[in-house]
């Protein structure tokens, strides 16, 4: 079984930064791919940023050039940081994982229970 707990999410004014933590459970590490997910009330989950292994990773467009994923395998965290928040970015952040690369992104079997990010104007 794999847990994932997110933190760092929070209230910040449009423009400014934040910078999203996803601990995964030590033992179960070896995990090939994991993400960020975003959604908002009403609407479906979205991809935000995906990496697989040591490939380079994807982002939406929306994000891409703002937001950074990376990995910390040593201790075993994910990071989200995300620069030049807009009101789009508003929402409840899940990280995912997935032993294997999923299907689709979304078909990842593990999932955290979110962090909520609040932007301003």
């Known amino acids: 079984q794999v847990h994932l707990v997110e933190s760092g999410g929070g209230a910040v004014q449009a423009g400014g930064s934040l910078r999203l933590s996803c601990a995964a459970s030590?033992?179960?590490?070896?995990?090939?791919?994991m993400g960020w997910y975003r959604q908002t009330p009403g609407k479906q989950r979205d991809m935000v940023a995906v990496i697989v292994n040591d490939f380079d990773p994807y982002y939406a467009d929306s994000v891409k050039g703002r937001f950074t994923i990376s990995r910390d395998n040593a201790n075993n965290t994910l990071y989200l940081q995300m620069t030049s928040l807009n009101s789009e970015g508003t929402g409840i952040y899940y990280c995912a994982a997935h032993t294997t690369t999923p299907r689709y992104w979304g078909d990842e079997k593990y999932w955290g229970k979110g962090t909520l990010v609040t932007v301003s104007s």
């Open positions: 030590a033992s179960d590490f070896s995990l090939n791919a």
